[in-house]
């Protein structure tokens, strides 16, 4: 198996959740990286904050800026030659695309087009040996399933959500671009991520924070439905696997094989702040709220990881029932960063949003 080495890396989307972990993880581990490019728009999922602990890295350098702007893109190509691109910036979350979509056709398709566009003219038609684009998706661009089975590589896309509709219009781009121009791409699609540095607008982030403020847990119809969980970081090695022994032109399923229902993991969830506050069993169960169901909510996500695993190695090795645990120490212990990520823009999104469903999600 031959791998490709980074030199010169590209990663949008840097400052926030998967991107910031995944800078981590990069610069740890490419040998012989001469530098890594973050650019990042810092929209109110972005925060310089994540990026702190590299920050006075030489190698490292952050740039605040669009991926739709095509001038600025092909400037930063041009400057520093990228051999490799992980493109991990976009809208993210599927509540916010539920209200308005906007934004997410903008960045999650306007955007990777501007991005492959400038890559393939930069890298020309014969890149296969020295470059790579590794494209970060979802695998909610299969949509849903029923309570059995799993999505492979060839599974038809088929999603739910506006969301899920921009990220599977931005993998379609990608594969064009590999037939059309040849460029090499290797799109990757994962499953629900946890760990540190979530937005507490996702599921398990703002479980615990609510729970530890003695606010309600809104659990979204009767919190049947069933995500796999994998931790960023395990992603986030995914994602180098990716780069290094990817072939261009392939997709690949990364997933934990930890599954588990809405209910389950946000009473876990409220056990385990319970439990790291001193307070009496059931404080935080008391608090589970059922609330109004998302719009046309998938019920169940599931991938087979095993091409992942013959073809590049990957194996998700951190298990969520030792995750979670450090996961909500994690959230306990760091407020100041929940201060630096709670911006007026967050705090309106989730006040409207828990409003009107009959729960009270957003700050009093
Ligand atoms: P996030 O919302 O935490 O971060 C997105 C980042 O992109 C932010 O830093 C934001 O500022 C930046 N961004 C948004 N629009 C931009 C633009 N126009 N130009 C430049 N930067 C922009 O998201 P995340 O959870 O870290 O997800 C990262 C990627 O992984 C996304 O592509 C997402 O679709 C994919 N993904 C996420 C999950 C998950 O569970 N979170 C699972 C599978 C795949
Ligand atoms: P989320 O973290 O938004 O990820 P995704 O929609 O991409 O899977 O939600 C995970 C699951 O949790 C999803 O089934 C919706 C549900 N959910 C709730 O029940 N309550 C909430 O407040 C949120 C944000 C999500």
Redesign the pocket.
């Given at each position: 198996m031959s791998t490709f080495r980074p030199r010169r890396v590209l990663v949008?989307?840097?400052?926030?959740?998967?991107?910031?972990?995944f800078v981590r993880r990069a610069l740890a581990r490419f040998d012989g990286l001469d530098r890594l490019v973050v650019?990042?728009?810092?929209?109110?999922?972005?925060?310089e904050v994540?990026l702190a602990e590299v920050a006075d890295d030489a190698r490292f350098r952050f740039v605040r800026?669009?991926?739709?702007?095509h001038p600025l893109v092909a400037r930063l190509f041009a400057e520093d030659d990228y051999d490799t691109v992980f493109?991990?910036?976009?809208?993210?979350?599927v509540d916010r695309s539920i209200d308005a979509a906007d934004?997410f056709v903008?960045?999650?398709v306007a955007?990777t087009f501007t991005l492959l566009d400038v890559a393939r003219r930069a890298w020309g038609p014969d890149a296969a040996a020295s470059r790579r684009f590794v494209h970060?998706?979802?695998?909610?661009v299969y949509g849903a399933l029923g309570p059995e089975g799993e999505f492979t590589e060839d599974s038809p896309l088929c999603p739910t959500s506006p969301?899920a509709a921009s990220?599977a219009a931005s993998d379609l781009f990608v594969g064009s671009f590999y037939k059309t121009h040849g460029l090499p791409a290797v799109i990757?699609?994962?499953?629900?991520?946890?760990g540190p540095?979530?937005?507490p607008e996702?599921l398990l982030p703002l479980m615990i924070v609510h729970a530890a403020e003695g606010r309600p847990l809104p659990v979204y119809g009767e919190g049947k439905q069933v995500r796999e969980w994998?931790h960023?970081d395990d992603?986030a090695d995914g994602l180098c696997l990716a780069a290094e022994r990817g072939v261009p032109g392939e997709r690949y399923n990364f997933g934990s094989g930890d599954e588990s229902s809405n209910l389950e993991l946000v009473t876990r969830v409220a056990d385990l702040v319970d439990a790291a506050l001193g307070r009496p069993e059931g404080t935080a169960r008391a608090q589970i709220t059922f609330v109004e169901d998302r719009k046309a909510h998938d019920f169940r996500y599931a991938v087979d990881c095993s091409k992942a695993k013959e073809q590049l190695g990957f194996l998700a090795s951190r298990a969520l029932a030792d995750e979670l645990p450090r996961t909500v120490a994690w959230y306990l212990a760091n407020e100041d960063w929940r201060r630096a990520v709670a911006t007026d823009e967050h705090a309106r999104f989730q006040r409207a949003h828990y409003a009107g469903r009959g729960g009270q999600g957003g700050r009093p």
């Open positions: 949008t989307g840097g400052a926030g959740f998967i991107g910031s972990a650019l990042d728009a810092l929209t109110y999922a972005g925060h994540n800026g669009d991926i739709c702007d493109h991990l910036a976009a809208e993210s979350h934004a903008r960045t999650n955007g970060v998706s979802t695998d909610e969301y990220k990757t699609n994962t499953c629900n991520n946890y540095r979530q937005l996702k994998i960023a992603h």
